[in-house]
């Protein structure tokens, strides 16, 4: 049989494919079982895969099975190690502390599944302390369980609320509605939100707006508002495939627009009303904050990247605690005199100057005096945290002195432009 007659048999199935499932079929059959040389299956599967589904959207991805692990473990939280899952040891809950004496701040890292509990317990902790307004920090945080975020957004909302809804071409069209008595339903609540704050934590920030439940201080979110769902391999590799996209409670999508995969999977044209009050929101993709508060980036200078890079802060601080630590021990017994009565920062920058120059670090006085309060802050923090082990938030306290929009927040939450933005009456 001549070469042209074998290749016109063989090819001859590929015609009476009549799906493009069949199709599919047949190409991956003719490509294991006919090509000249012979293929590994496993890589060559994998990177179909891969290839594939990078071409739906932006966060459909296949996994190999180290990332499928670090992926797993990263959503379960500490309670898949069995640690225990309390504020003060969790991967999510990193501070929670008194601001001022009616003013709690939490600090949510991500929504794992730990994190309702433990944000329950940073709540009851400071309701003990005297808390009647609440400063939710969740800048940075990427997302996670789309679970966990309903949970926590229900201890903040009151009545029969919608938190948020999903919907998809192959999946039914569902609501997660309140259903507990919240740890925190009454109280004036400012949610500090960035470009970094993602997936999940928007469910959290678009109900919490659209119930006008909260002030939103910072700048606008990340605008992720597609649903994935993790599909595991038998080889521990997993498909993390977009199945759904989801809605906030007045019917927004907030997945902003993107382009190069065929859909843009947001409108950003249409205008929303705030379900309790009647404001005037807009889709623009993420959530828009009520009260922009740049990101503070004037300390950020050369001689700051140079002075941290090689360590200079704790080398300081280290030295200032051998030759003061006992004295410091005696002087401030506890982490709130310290806060209120510390003021060797000053001392201490000098000492880190002196020492960088003599180090050999190129040094431009503008630049120092520009970074010289953020490094003064981040000393007594840092000097804070090595005297006072027992105290997890103490270190985070005094850095969030120097954070604009805490400042903002704590200032809102004192006045009565907190209702204006509201719109309360």
Not at 27 to 52: L, P, Q
Not at 365 to 374: F, L, P, Q, T
Request: with cysteine.
């Amino acid at each position: 049989m001549s070469a042209i007659a074998l290749a016109t048999t063989a090819f001859l199935p590929l015609k009476a494919q009549d799906t493009p499932e069949e199709k599919l079929n047949m190409t991956m059959y003719a490509i294991m079982n006919m090509y000249v040389d012979t293929v590994d299956k496993a890589s060559f599967v994998n990177d179909v895969i891969a290839r594939t589904v990078s071409t739906l959207d932006p966060f459909s991805a296949y996994l190999t099975p180290e990332e499928a692990r670090a992926n797993e473990a990263a959503l379960l939280g500490p309670t898949a190690s069995g640690a225990d899952s309390g504020p003060a040891s969790g991967k999510t809950v990193q501070t929670a502390y008194m601001a001022d004496a009616r003013t709690g701040y939490i600090r949510l890292t991500m929504f794992a599944e730990s994190s309702p509990e433990e944000f329950r317990q940073a709540v009851g902790k400071l309701g003990k302390q005297g808390m009647k307004n609440l400063i939710l920090d969740i800048q940075g945080n990427p997302g996670g369980f789309m679970e966990s975020a309903i949970a926590i957004a229900d201890e903040l909302l009151g009545g029969n609320r919608t938190i948020v809804t999903t919907s998809g071409a192959h999946i039914p069209t569902e609501s997660a509605c309140t259903q507990v008595d919240g740890c925190f339903e009454t109280g004036r609540v400012v949610l500090l939100t960035n470009g970094q704050t993602m997936s999940a934590a928007e469910i959290l920030a678009g109900a919490l707006r659209d119930w006008d439940r909260a002030v939103i201080v910072g700048s606008t979110t990340f605008g992720k508002g597609l649903i994935q769902e993790t599909l595991p391999f038998k080889d521990g590799s997993a498909l993390r495939l977009t199945v759904a996209r989801y809605l906030t409670p007045c019917g927004m999508t907030i997945q902003k627009p993107y382009e190069g995969y065929g859909k843009v999977f947001a409108d950003t044209a249409g205008t929303f009303r705030s379900l309790t009050n009647g404001r005037l929101l807009k889709s623009r993709g993420g959530i828009e904050a009520d009260v922009y508060v740049p990101r503070d980036t004037v300390f950020m200078t050369q001689w700051y990247y140079n002075v941290s890079f090689n360590g200079m802060q704790k080398s300081e601080v280290s030295s200032y605690l051998r030759e003061n630590g006992d004295m410091l021990k005696k002087k401030y017994r506890t982490p709130e005199a310290y806060f209120r009565k510390f003021t060797g920062e000053d001392e201490m920058f000098r000492e880190l100057t002196d020492k960088a120059v003599a180090s050999g670090l190129p040094f431009d006085r503008k630049e120092c005096d520009r970074s010289a309060y953020a490094i003064k802050t981040q000393l007594k923090a840092l000097l804070a945290r090595e005297l006072y082990p027992d105290d997890h938030d103490i270190y985070y306290r005094i850095l969030n002195t120097a954070n604009p929009a805490v400042v903002k927040a704590l200032g809102l939450l004192s006045g009565d432009e907190y209702d204006g933005i509201l719109g309360i009456k």
